[in-house]
């Protein structure tokens, strides 16, 4: 069975970090693109970073440059999301997909609330 589940969200203060994973079954991510979402309360889900599966290049929206960090770990069949410096404005929904040709998954989402 293919499937993605991201695992990590939580309450953490302003400041603080939380590494974020999106783990697969059923695929390898190696071979596969792979996007972290977000999804706010009222607002239309955002990319915030991906990772390709030719080269690892990666891409950041500019509101976590510097902040944020993704990565393969292809022994564990997981990529990963380091938030760092966490703000108010990174709470949201957070959800992973895997895009290779014309198949795309997406995992079921995780809750991040930064708050004091």
């Known amino acids: 069975q293919v499937q993605l589940v991201e695992s990590g969200g939580g309450l953490v203060q302003p400041g603080g970090s939380l590494r974020l994973s999106c783990a697969a079954s059923g695929f390898t991510l190696d071979y596969y693109a792979i996007g972290w979402f977000r999804q706010a309360p009222g607002k239309e889900r955002e990319g915030v970073s991906c990772?390709?599966?030719?080269?690892?290049?990666?891409y950041y929206t500019d509101s976590v440059k510097g902040r944020f960090t993704i990565s393969r770990d292809g022994a564990k069949n997981t990529v990963y999301l380091q938030m760092n410096s966490l703000k108010p404005e990174d709470t949201a929904v957070y959800y992973c997909?895997?895009?290779?040709?014309?198949?795309?998954?997406w995992g079921q989402g995780t809750q991040v609330t930064v708050s004091s």
């Open positions: 997909n895997a895009k290779r040709g014309v198949n795309l998954y």
């Open positions: 990772i390709s599966s030719s080269d690892g290049s990666t």
